[in-house]
């Protein structure tokens, strides 16, 4: 039997990807998986269903909700669908900034000389922006919040 016409039972399909069936059809009425066909009330799955399945994985993995992810599906063209990505990559750049600034103040705490790393003049220079903006009016938090971490400070 060619490949291309193989049918998956949704126990098949979630096997591949070691989902639960249930999760297979919770995506199903969000919108984001399709069956094929019905045989005798039964879901069959196609291969594209495959590559489906994986695209929903893969946009976990990056961060996505299931709720965009449907969102990036039916987007209506791919204007639109990139203008959808745009945003997320956005969001995306933001956590690694704040995720390298974490990075590094965990791998200073490890080769800190200091037996209290809080008393290290180095690691007090990474937080002291942090600290200030503590120590500042809430109006003041506030005007500052919406912008992010940077590679290496903290805003």
Known sequence: MKSSTV???IGELAERFGLATHVLRHWESMGLLRPARRVNGRRRYTPDHLAQVAL???G???GFSLEQLREILDAPDGAARRALMSEHLAVLDTKIAQLQVARSLVEHTLS???DDFLTCPNMRAMLDELVLRALASPADQ???RPSSCVAGTLR
């Open 56 to 58: 929903i994985l893969r």
């Open 7 to 9: 049918e998956l039972s």
């Open 142 to 144: 506030a005007e500052r």
């Open 112 to 114: 800190c000389d200091a």
């Open 60 to 62: 976990k993995d990056a």
